[in-house]
């Protein structure tokens, strides 16, 4: 079942006021554009919020198609994510049916989820700090919207990027300058499978760090648009002032053993009915 993005009070940065905005009351407001946003990643939401445990996970879950799982009992690292914009404008990205119809390459078509997907978003990576050996996550697609207020600003705006949108139903996706976007840990694709059912090596026990990028630099392949370029060359999808401070490092601890209800610090919260995802 689609469910929107929670607001966890778990966080503490959600103003109380927020659970009655709705989108036509956002969309009543202007977009900032007068400057130039900034993205980061608020590495302490991460801190806050990742669970391993056991799940099963069902074939008809978009993120076991999208991500090659084998469907079953799977053991995971479950996580949240949080990418604020600090900037001094908006991330204004809009409509995504009008990008398709423009056919400027920003979105692709994620048929599973019978939607479009953001391109380079962000990139989440398990890393091994003794060896570097890298493993994937399962998220693959994405949807911008001011779903928090950022944990540094005491007095944001009202939130004006409220709807992802799907074929033929207009979206308005962005980040305000002052408010944040976060995946909680609960929602479709934000894990890692760490017991090879995804076709990758088992990750052993031990520490390791999840790597989280914002806005990455890629090489485009070809068809794909570089509608940014950084300093040393590489290609962004989004403008922004700053791509040095796009990287966050959490450091997670990978149990032998993670018991009934889990290790770290979300555990013993409820394991997700279905696949809530992004909305």
Same mark, same amino acid.
Request: negative net charge.
């Given at each position: 079942?689609?469910?929107?993005?929670?607001?966890?009070?778990? #966080?503490?940065?959600?103003?109380?006021?927020? /659970?009655?905005?709705?989108? /036509?009351? /956002?969309?009543?407001?202007?977009?900032?554009?007068?400057?130039?946003?900034?993205?980061?990643?608020?590495?302490?939401?991460?801190?806050?919020?990742?669970?391993?445990?056991?799940?099963?996970?069902?074939?008809?879950?978009?993120?076991?198609?999208? +991500?090659?799982?084998?469907?079953?009992?799977?053991? #995971?690292?479950?996580?949240?994510? $949080?990418?604020?914009?600090?900037?001094?404008?908006?991330?204004?990205? +809009?409509?995504?049916?009008?990008?398709?119809?423009? *056919?400027?390459?920003?979105?692709?078509?994620?048929? =599973?989820?019978?939607?479009?997907?953001?391109?380079?978003?962000?990139?989440?990576?398990?890393?091994?700090?003794?060896?570097?050996?890298?493993?994937?996550?399962?998220?693959?697609?994405?949807? $911008?919207?001011?779903?928090?207020?950022?944990? $540094?600003?005491?007095?944001?705006?009202?939130?004006?990027?409220?709807? =992802? @949108? /799907?074929?033929?139903?207009?979206?308005?996706?962005?980040?305000?300058?002052?408010?944040?976007?976060?995946?909680?840990?609960? #929602? @479709?694709?934000?894990?890692?499978? #760490?017991?090879?059912?995804?076709?990758?090596?088992?990750?052993?026990?031990?520490?390791?760090?999840?790597?989280?990028?914002?806005?990455?630099?890629?090489?485009?392949?070809?068809?794909?648009? =570089?509608?940014?370029?950084?300093?040393?060359? $590489? =290609?962004?999808?989004?403008?922004?002032?700053?791509?040095?401070? *796009?990287?966050?490092?959490?450091?997670?601890?990978?149990?032998?053993?993670?018991?009934?209800? @889990?290790?770290?610090?979300?555990?013993?919260?409820?394991?997700?009915? @279905?696949?809530?995802?992004?909305?």
């Amino acid at each position: 079942m689609r469910t929107k993005k929670i607001v966890v009070a778990a #966080l503490g940065v959600v103003a109380a006021a927020l /659970a009655g905005l709705g989108a /036509a009351q /956002a969309l009543d407001k202007e977009p900032d554009l007068e400057g130039t946003p900034d993205l980061i990643v608020y590495e302490q939401a991460t801190a806050n919020q990742w669970v391993v445990r056991d799940e099963r996970l069902d074939a008809s879950f978009c993120s076991v198609e999208e +991500g090659g799982i084998t469907p079953g009992l799977r053991r #995971l690292v479950r996580f949240t994510v $949080m990418t604020p914009n600090i900037g001094d404008a908006d991330i204004n990205v +809009g409509d995504p049916n009008e990008h398709v119809a423009a *056919n400027d390459g920003l979105f692709e078509f994620a048929s =599973c989820h019978q939607h479009y997907h953001f391109r380079h978003y962000t990139t989440y990576e398990l890393v091994d700090p003794a060896t570097g050996y890298v493993w994937r996550a399962a998220k693959r697609g994405f949807c $911008m919207l001011d779903t928090d207020p950022n944990h $540094m600003n005491i007095s944001p705006k009202s939130p004006y990027y409220r709807s =992802c @949108g /799907a074929i033929d139903v207009p979206g308005n996706q962005g980040i305000s300058a002052s408010w944040a976007d976060t995946y909680r840990f609960f #929602l @479709g694709g934000q894990y890692f499978v #760490l017991d090879g059912g995804d076709g990758q090596p088992v990750v052993p026990p031990g520490d390791y760090v999840i790597r989280i990028t914002v806005d990455p630099p890629f090489h485009p392949t070809a068809g794909e648009p =570089c509608p940014h370029v950084d300093a040393v060359g $590489m =290609c962004h999808m989004l403008p922004e002032s700053d791509y040095t401070n *796009n990287v966050g490092v959490v450091p997670i601890t990978i149990p032998a053993h993670p018991g009934k209800s @889990g290790v770290g610090p979300a555990a013993d919260d409820p394991q997700p009915k @279905g696949e809530p995802i992004e909305e």
